[in-house]
């Protein structure tokens, strides 16, 4: 059997495709920082790696860095109120919208009951304590699978925390108010007499003069009267021996010009 020798031919190639410059990605609205190893390893620092390697990005958008965070609210509903509370892991605008809205809303829902009127400025409080750590949360360097979300204005520049200025200007009222009292307790004093006697009236009672007495004895709320009216019940007489006699009343010092003589109260009538 007889072979015969072809020669071999190399077939056309296709055209090659034309050249393309290398990717370069599209910066997002958190560009990676310039040498960042990605979102992997290098944002240890914020206590969002877990155990395979990963950070854990914003559970809102996704962005990192993120960190935990728990902001609370209140809701007073006269007889019955409700505990509110927000809890993960957010960004830095993602955090600071989520304390903005809840904090605007317990400033304006949590005063109504009794007990949400003690519970509300407690609450308030320990949110401020959540936004120092608000604060310190890095602005997002790693976009991520959505935009997030918008702070908005800041709680007292609102219409909710502008109304609710009215409650605290009440609030902080009562709180004043209390160390005042306080002081002008202090200042004025107990009644010298320790009777209870109402001599601060300014009454003042002479010997010969007649008076009434507006309050149930052994109280006294001593008034002058003419002694020809009949609002006049007692003659108003001086003791000569220090004491007096069977029958008769005695005022107390304070109703006297000195404040130290008590006077007799004699009946004018039977």
């Given at each position: 059997?007889?072979?015969?020798?072809?020669?071999?031919?190399?077939?056309?190639?296709?055209?090659?495709?034309?050249?393309?410059?290398?990717?370069?990605?599209?910066?997002?609205?958190?560009?990676?920082?310039?040498?960042?190893?990605?979102?992997?390893?290098?944002?240890?620092?914020?206590?969002?790696?877990?155990?395979?390697?990963?950070?854990?990005?914003?559970q809102?958008?996704?962005?990192?860095?993120?960190?935990?965070?728990?902001i609370?609210?209140?809701?007073?509903?006269?007889?019955?109120m409700?505990?509110?509370?927000?809890?993960?892991?957010?960004?830095?605008?993602?955090?600071?919208?989520?304390?903005?809205?809840?904090?605007?809303?317990?400033?304006i829902?949590?005063?109504?009951?009794?007990?949400?009127?003690?519970?509300?400025?407690?609450t308030?409080?320990?949110?401020?304590?959540?936004?120092?750590?608000?604060?310190?949360?890095?602005?997002?360097v790693?976009a991520?699978?959505?935009?997030?979300?918008?702070?908005?204005?800041?709680?007292?520049?609102?219409?909710?925390g502008?109304l609710?200025?009215?409650?605290?200007?009440?609030?902080g009222l009562?709180?004043?108010?209390?160390?005042?009292?306080?002081?002008?307790?202090?200042?004025?004093?107990?009644?010298?007499?320790?009777?209870?006697?109402?001599?601060?009236?300014?009454?003042?009672?002479?010997?010969?003069?007649?008076?009434?007495?507006?309050?149930?004895?052994?109280e006294?709320?001593?008034?002058?009267?003419?002694?020809?009216?009949?609002?006049?019940?007692?003659?108003?007489?001086?003791p000569?021996?220090?004491?007096?006699?069977?029958?008769?009343?005695?005022a107390?010092?304070?109703y006297?010009?000195?404040?130290?003589?008590s006077f007799?109260?004699?009946?004018?009538?039977?």
């Open positions: 059997m007889a072979f015969r020798h072809v020669p071999w031919e190399r077939p056309e190639l296709p055209t090659p495709p034309p050249s393309y410059p290398p990717y370069q990605p599209v910066p997002g609205p958190h560009p990676q920082l310039p040498g960042s190893p990605g979102p992997y390893g290098r944002y240890g620092q914020y206590g969002g790696v877990t155990a395979g390697g990963p950070v854990a990005g914003c809102v958008c996704g962005a990192v860095p993120a960190m935990p965070v728990t609370r609210g209140h809701q007073g509903m006269v007889v019955i409700r505990f509110l509370r927000r809890q993960g892991v957010f960004c830095h605008p993602c955090a600071l919208a989520l304390f903005r809205d809840m904090q605007a809303d317990t400033l829902a949590g005063w109504w009951g009794p007990l949400s009127v003690i519970i509300t400025p407690f308030l409080l320990a949110n401020l304590s959540a936004l120092s750590g608000i604060r310190r949360i890095p602005v997002p790693a991520g699978w959505r935009p997030p979300l918008d702070p908005g204005r800041p709680v007292f520049r609102r219409p909710a502008i609710a200025l009215i409650p605290l200007a009440v609030l009562l709180v004043a108010a209390v160390p005042v009292l306080l002081v002008i307790g202090l200042v004025t004093g107990p009644d010298e007499s320790g009777t209870g006697g109402s001599g601060s009236t300014g009454v003042t009672l002479t010997p010969g003069s007649c008076a009434r007495n507006d309050d149930p004895w052994p006294q709320d001593l008034r002058s009267a003419d002694c020809g009216s009949p609002d006049a019940r007692y003659r108003v007489v001086d000569a021996s220090g004491s007096c006699a069977s029958g008769d009343h005695v107390y010092p304070e006297s010009a000195d404040g130290a003589t007799c109260l004699r009946p004018l009538r039977g």
